[in-house]
């Protein structure tokens, strides 16, 4: 806008304003705060005065808007500074919760001035606090992003951080089996802690989850966490070569500077046999979508038990006929209690026999992402066409599962 406060409209919208409430110069000069740049509205609402002939001026304590509350700028931007001292962050904004009746007012001079200038107390709070926790603290305000967003309950003096999440991107590979992805709650207690679960709150002792974690929060000084796997292998299979991408995500951290070299080393240590992470370093909100939709290959190594013994030749060719094949796998009733009951299509890119023993045999296969290998192998009573099972003609199940491999990552 290109109006200026000594224009006749502005001044006369200033004059029945004033003329009818008294106001603080900053509340004033709020009313006209899109007029002239590079000015307060303290400033604002001086000149308008001047420029109005007007003497009597109004000190904030008295503001019929604010009843002083524009004076307390500084004793809250020192009351963000404290809240703020234990927390490492780069950027940060300022918000401002302000009592309803000022709020009602406010709208009422708008109403009754018609003016289409002006700005909210609360903008005004927000942008005067930043500016001063800027110069304070030497780090910027950010509207986009911020690492922590301060909102300031003028009310009850009360600050309410909200931290964003410290995200790290790794792989790890799980050298045990038994161990699942993530953290699974009792279905008791649902975490609580109870009987069934000898109030660990948990089914399973520990997860690939924790055992990275653990030692993040530990250094982070985090409230919890959420791990994000790109896909999840079987608790029973192990996860070899590449390892798997994950994103482990840290709540409300104090410390954010990491060293990953020297982390990864501790946690590797510290997990020996069972588990190792590398790769290790910060990730952001789109990689954990990117992981989440990705459609990666994944190549296993399968062991498998038949119920007599394998003919050779007839494997072979059962492997050969199932490379770049797409089969059909109806949802296996291991997870139908969290998943859609539907068909669902995969590709197998190969299929090769590595060896061949009795009843035994462990085959390399690679396959799309969401595969049920096991299922792939047994038929799963016909829910998977083709299988292996049907393919060689002697009912088989998969003993040992191995991720080998995940390409395209
Ligand atoms: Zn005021
Ligand atoms: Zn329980």
């Known amino acids: 806008m290109n109006d ?8 006369q919208i200033a004059d029945k304003t004033i003329s009818n409430y008294h106001l603080c110069d900053h509340c004033f000069g709020r009313i006209f705060a899109k007029v002239d740049h590079g000015l307060t509205n303290q400033q604002r609402g001086e000149i308008l005065r001047n420029n109005l002939k007007i003497k009597k001026k109004f000190y904030s304590k008295n503001c019929w808007l604010c009843n002083g509350l524009i004076n307390e700028i500084v004793h809250f931007s020192n009351l963000i500074k404290d809240s703020l001292s234990s927390y490492e962050y780069e950027t940060f904004l300022v918000g401002s919760k302000v ?51 301060a909102i300031i309950d003028t009310s009850f003096d009360e600050i309410n951080l909200q931290i964003s999440s410290l995200l790290i991107y790794g792989r790890y590979k799980k050298f045990k089996r038994g161990i699942p992805q993530t953290r699974w709650f009792c279905k008791i207690c649902y975490g609580k802690g109870c009987k069934r679960c000898n109030f660990s709150g948990k089914l399973y002792e520990t997860s690939v989850e924790e055992l990275i974690a653990n030692r993040f929060l530990e250094i982070t000084g985090g409230e919890d966490e959420s791990f994000h796997g790109c896909g999840r292998e079987d608790i029973d299979a192990r996860m070899l070569g590449n390892g798997r991408p ?3 995500e840290i709540k409300n951290p104090k410390k954010r500077k990491l060293n990953f070299l020297q982390l990864g080393k501790e946690i590797n240590k510290i997990n020996k046999h069972t588990l190792e992470i590398s790769n290790l370093r910060y990730s952001n909100k789109d990689e954990i979508t990117r992981l989440k939709h990705s459609n990666f290959r994944k ?22 006929s199932l490379c770049g094949k797409k089969i059909g796998q109806f949802t296996p009733s291991r997870v139908a209690h969290r998943r859609a009951k539907m068909v669902r299509e995969k590709h197998i890119y190969d299929c090769k026999v590595e060896s061949i023993d009795g009843v035994m045999a462990t085959l390399i296969i690679e396959a799309e992402s969401g595969t049920y290998i096991k299922e792939l192998i047994s038929g799963d009573e016909g829910k998977t066409q083709p299988n292996l099972s049907d393919l060689i003609g002697i009912p088989c199940q998969v003993t040992e599962l191995d991720v080998i491999n995940i390409k395209g990552e």
């Not at 107390?121 to 992003?145: A, D, W």
């Not at 190549?299 to 038990?305: H, Q, S």
């Not at 038949?306 to 003919?311: D, E, F, P, R, V």
């Open 246 to 248: 994950f994103v482990l």
């Open 99 to 149: 009592d309803e009746d000022i709020l009602d007012k406010e709208q009422e001079i708008v109403n009754f001035t018609g003016s289409e200038y002006t700005e909210s107390i609360k903008t005004e709070l927000n942008r005067e606090i930043g500016k001063i926790l800027e110069q304070n603290l030497k780090k910027e305000v950010n509207f986009e992003k911020p690492t922590i967003m």
């Open 299 to 320: 190549m296993y190594r399968v062991v498998l038990k038949s119920a007599k013994t394998i003919n050779n030749e007839k494997l072979k060719k059962a492997a050969i």
């Open 4 to 11: 200026t406060l000594a224009d006749k409209k502005v001044l």
